[in-house]
């Protein structure tokens, strides 16, 4: 059962680094999208995001909880806050610097190259997507209970995809504006959501190895996700005046990941 479980989870995680090459090769296009549209994106990416934490991770772990005689919002505001205290500790201590031309270095100082720092930066920011990913598919096919399924694992998925379609493109656009070459710049656009599969199969193992804690899991992965949202794109999406355009974005985003996961699941 356990091997079917890994596999998805690994398929998942491709999928959505997959889908951020794909918006990252747009530098390969001969006119670099508008301010408004990128926006626009990053705020449907965040509504995305944020109905994928609770359509496919909070809610069901709720209902998982419940099941298992537990109180069900006790796991779930637990693992949420968890979830959002680890990605703060992380952010905090962790060094890294973002991929913007002329960003800082943050957390504890190092004399670490600038390329480390670049890796570490992406992967606290793209592995809470693949850890939720492994997650899903890990309770879909471990849970006993059912109130984890396939479909919403697939629909959590595709999801993050989605989103992560505009995050390759406001990765690698600006580096293609500062000069690099459209073939390094998609490079690192893609190289943005590597870590993915790697967090999906992480994700997969955490609810192999500890299945009566999966509600929990299942709401820190969330609050990961939130705290990203919250922290980093929703900011950025509105950092050049483009709330109003942002904010539907973020309509939009959250609408369609929410039938996505009453179609799906």
């Known amino acids: 059962m356990e091997t079917p479980v890994f596999l998805y989870a690994l398929l998942g995680g491709l999928f959505t680094w997959g889908l951020t090459a794909v918006g990252a090769a747009s530098v390969f296009l001969a006119q670099e999208p508008s301010r408004k549209l990128l926006d626009g994106m990053l705020g449907f990416a965040a509504g995305v995001m944020l ?55 943050e957390g504890v100082r190092t004399l670490w190259r600038r390329t480390t720092l670049l890796i570490l930066a992406i992967t606290l920011h793209n592995f809470p997507e693949g850890l939720a990913v492994g997650v899903a598919f890990g309770a879909a096919g471990l849970d006993p209970t059912g109130a984890a399924t396939l479909g919403g694992a697939i629909a959590l998925a595709v ?16 580096l293609r504006r500062a000069g690099i070459g459209a073939g390094k ?19 997969a193992l955490l609810v192999t190895q500890m299945l009566y804690l999966l509600p929990y899991l299942m709401a820190l992965a969330a609050g990961a996700m939130v705290f990203v949202i919250v922290e980093e794109v929703i900011p950025e999406s509105q950092a050049e005046g483009n709330g109003d355009i942002s904010t539907f974005g973020v309509m939009t985003g959250f609408a369609l990941m929410m039938a996505l996961d009453v179609a799906l699941g």
Do not use: K, T
């Not at 995809?161 to 990765?171: C, D, R, S």
């Not at 710049?185 to 994700?203: C, D, K, N, R, T």
């Open 159 to 174: 999801g993050i995809g989605l989103q992560n379609m505009p995050e390759g493109l406001a990765v690698a656009w600006p």
């Open 185 to 203: 710049a998609w490079f690192y656009g893609q190289l943005s959501a590597i870590v993915e599969p790697l967090g999906a199969l992480l994700g």
């Open 51 to 105: 109905a994928a934490s609770v359509f496919s991770l909070l809610l069901p772990g709720m209902e998982m909880a419940a099941s298992q005689g537990r109180v069900p919002w006790v796991p779930a505001v637990v693992g949420f806050l968890l979830g959002g205290a680890l990605l703060r500790l992380m952010d905090r201590f962790l060094p890294h610097v973002h991929l913007d031309p002329g960003a800082q270095e």
